[in-house]
């Protein structure tokens, strides 16, 4: 049997006009405004994260990033010696 989450309570004030805005358009869907409230605020959520957790690139950008993933340079002598000493500290199972 699933174990319920445990569910933690948000409370905020509003003015009467928002209030009266709120509880109209959560009638209009049929919907207590609790309801309608943490719907509407979940989707603006999963916008502004899906929005900043996202990686914008220019044209030009792409273009560069496409071409160092087809012929990426040599390594320099820095990273080999930092390869080296980590693969020296660190087991790779095998």
Partial sequence: MAVPEPKSRITTRVSAPVQSMLEEAAA????PVNSFVVSAAVEKAGD??????SIKLTARD?????????QPPQ????ALEAA???SSR???GE
């Fill in 62 to 70: 792409a273009q560069f990033l496409s071409e160092l993933m087809e």
């Fill in 90 to 92: 660190v087991s790779l």
């Fill in 48 to 53: 502004v994260l899906a929005k900043e957790r």
């Fill in 75 to 78: 390594p320099s002598a820095y």
């Fill in 28 to 31: 209009f869907l049929g919907v």
């Fill in 84 to 86: 080296a000493a980590l």
